[in-house]
C-alpha cells in the first residue's frame, strides 16, 4: 500500500511540473505538449487512487 501511496504522489507532483512548465513555456509545441503530460498524469493518479481506495 505504501508503494502504491508513493506512486500516488509521485504522479501528482510530475503533474504540478508539468503545468508549471507548460505555462512558462513560449514555444506553442512544447507548450501543449506539457498541457497534455500534466493531464495524462493526473488521469494515471487518479486511477491510482481509485485503486487505493478499492483495496482498503
Known amino acids: 500500500m505504501k508503494d ?3 506512486h500516488l504522489e509521485k504522479l ?10 507548460s505555462k512558462l513555456a513560449t514555444n506553442p509545441t512544447k507548450k ?3 498541457a ?4 495524462h498524469h493526473r ?3 487518479d486511477e491510482v487512487e481509485r485503486a487505493i ?4
Open 4 to 6: 502504491m501511496q508513493a
Open 12 to 21: 501528482r507532483i510530475e503533474a504540478e511540473e508539468c503545468e508549471l512548465i
Open 32 to 34: 501543449e505538449l506539457f
Open 36 to 39: 497534455r503530460l500534466a493531464t
Open 43 to 45: 488521469t494515471l493518479a
Open 53 to 56: 481506495k478499492k483495496s482498503q
